[in-house]
């Protein structure tokens, strides 16, 4: 399995931006599926966006346009660049990986899951 790991996380102004990382560990990182989901307080935990191991991406449609997710293998690392940020992405995100390389938008394609970071966006 993977290890992962976020960073980058903080408080934001809204309309600001923050990018997200999320190192992994392994050989194989450049063949999994990798996700970012988030859990705001008193909510349960959703899809944000994911990409595949050829590059195929996909978002929530709540962040499309705003948020951008990529990777670079050869650092083990996925990124969520979050633009025109909103109080109303205030949450924990979380990275995951599957072993599954496809972009999937529902959890249990996922094996592996980071501690999560927050992100709070101030109005």
């Known amino acids: 399995q993977v290890q992962l790991v976020e960073s980058g996380g903080g408080l934001v102004q809204a309309g600001g931006s923050l990018r997200l990382s999320c190192a992994g560990s392994g050989r194989t990182f450049s063949s999994y599926g990798l996700g970012w989901f988030r859990q705001a307080p008193g909510k349960e935990r959703e899809f944000v966006a994911a990409?595949?191991?050829?590059?195929?991406?996909a978002y929530a449609d709540s962040v499309k346009g705003r948020f951008t997710i990529s990777r670079e293998d050869a650092k083990n690392t996925v990124y969520l660049q979050m633009d025109r940020l909103q109080a109303e992405d205030t949450a924990i995100y979380y990275c995951?990986?599957?072993?599954?390389?496809?972009?999937?938008?529902?959890?249990?394609?996922?094996?592996?899951w980071g501690q999560g970071t927050q992100v709070t966006v101030s109005s």
């Open positions: 995951a990986a599957s072993y599954y390389g496809g972009t999937w938008s529902h959890e249990s394609p996922y094996s592996s």
């Open positions: 990409i595949s191991s050829k590059g195929n991406n």
